[in-house]
């Protein structure tokens, strides 16, 4: 049997292809965009990588975009943010599973903010267990962004009595890697961890934090990534039902991005 080679290749069908590929140049090309801050500021990547620069430009949403919520195979593999966010990415071109979690939520609220404006209504519960309805500005939501020193790799340094211990901060895949598994703790720490007193090897790192080190140095260790991750600060200031200021955190509910579904 003769091998296909490209004079093989329906003309009509190239054509087609270039046409889309034309297309979407150009769709990109007249739909207004922004440029994002990411909360890491580009320090946690590699020093080569496209993200160092800490910045992300991404476009509005577009009628075709608004689709991608609503798609059943997107919903069923809980994969519907992800899609959109890849969607809206307009520079500069990387992979996106190395995306730093903490990134994400933070071009998560600049979509929903680009695409439906800055007001969320939300239900809180108060102090006295009861529920009220609030106006979440998201504009307004502080960026926590991380004080701790990075190397070249992007990595940091955590220093105890008995460990000088390189760490990172997870990427989207390897944060959805450690929910899946029955010790999400471990494998957090696992992921997150580099080397241990110079040790990079994978299993014997595995080894010395399944056996070496003592449950109160791994949660410290554990506390300390945590404190320090880049992220959003989702607590808020509310009025209580009685006049009464009170602070907290705000769910993100089916219609962060669908505002005109009422509230029950």
Same mark, same amino acid.
């Given at each position: 049997?003769?091998?296909?080679?490209?004079?093989?290749?329906?003309?009509?069908?190239?054509?087609?292809?270039?046409?889309?590929?034309?297309?979407?140049?150009?769709?990109?090309? %007249?739909?207004?965009?922004?440029?994002?801050?990411?909360?890491?500021?580009?320090?946690?990547?590699?020093k080569?990588?496209?993200?160092?620069?800490?910045k992300?430009?991404?476009?509005? #949403?577009?009628? *075709?975009? @608004?689709?991608?919520?609503?798609?059943?195979?997107?919903i069923?593999?809980?994969?519907?943010?992800?899609?959109?966010?890849?969607?809206?990415?307009?520079?500069?071109?990387?992979? *996106?599973?190395?995306l730093?979690?903490?990134?994400?939520?933070?071009?998560?609220?600049?979509?929903r903010?680009?695409?439906?404006?800055?007001?969320?209504n939300?239900?809180?519960? %108060?102090?006295?267990?009861?529920?009220?309805?609030?106006?979440?500005?998201?504009?307004?939501?502080?960026?926590?962004?991380?004080?701790?020193?990075?190397?070249?790799? /992007?990595?940091? %340094?955590?220093?105890?009595?008995? *460990?000088?211990?390189?760490?990172?901060?997870? %990427?989207?895949?390897?944060?959805?890697?450690?929910?899946?598994?029955?010790?999400?703790?471990?494998?957090?720490?696992?992921?997150?961890?580099?080397?241990i007193?110079?040790?990079?090897?994978? @299993?014997?790192?595995?080894?010395?934090?399944?056996y @070496?080190?003592?449950?109160?140095?791994?949660? @410290?260790?554990?506390?300390?990534?945590?404190?320090?991750?880049?992220? #959003?600060?989702l607590?808020?200031?509310?009025?209580?039902?009685? /006049?009464?200021?009170?602070?907290?955190?705000?769910?993100?509910?089916?219609?962060?991005?669908?505002?005109?579904?009422?509230?029950?």
């Open positions: 049997m003769s091998q296909v080679t490209d004079k093989y290749v329906d003309p009509i069908e190239r054509a087609k292809a270039n046409a889309i590929a034309e297309y979407s140049t150009k769709k990109i090309s %007249t739909v207004p965009t922004e440029i994002i801050d990411l909360p890491s500021e580009g320090r946690f990547y590699p080569n990588h496209p993200l160092r620069s800490g992300i430009e991404m476009r509005y #949403m577009t009628a *075709y975009d @608004e689709d991608i919520l609503t798609t059943p195979s997107y069923t593999n809980n994969v519907t943010i992800d899609k959109l966010i890849q969607e809206l990415i307009v520079a500069p071109e990387f992979n *996106y599973t190395e730093l979690n903490c990134d994400k939520d933070a071009l998560v609220l600049a979509a903010i680009l695409s439906y404006g800055k007001n969320y939300v239900v809180i519960d %108060t102090p006295s267990n009861k529920q009220i309805k609030a106006t979440i500005d998201l504009s307004k939501i502080q960026l926590k962004q991380s004080l701790i020193p990075s190397d070249e790799h /992007g990595y940091c %340094t955590y220093n105890s009595k008995q *460990y000088n211990i390189k760490f990172k901060f997870l %990427t989207i895949q390897e944060q959805k890697d450690v929910q899946k598994t029955e010790k999400p703790g471990f494998e957090f720490l696992c992921k997150s961890i580099i080397s007193n110079g040790e990079t090897n994978t @299993e014997k790192l595995r080894e010395i934090l399944r @070496e080190i003592l449950n109160t140095d791994s949660r @410290e260790l554990r506390q300390y990534i945590i404190d320090n991750l880049p992220t #959003m600060d607590t808020q200031e509310f009025t209580d039902d009685q /006049g009464g200021i009170f602070s907290a955190g705000f769910p993100i509910r089916p219609d962060f991005f669908y505002p005109d579904i009422k509230l029950s």
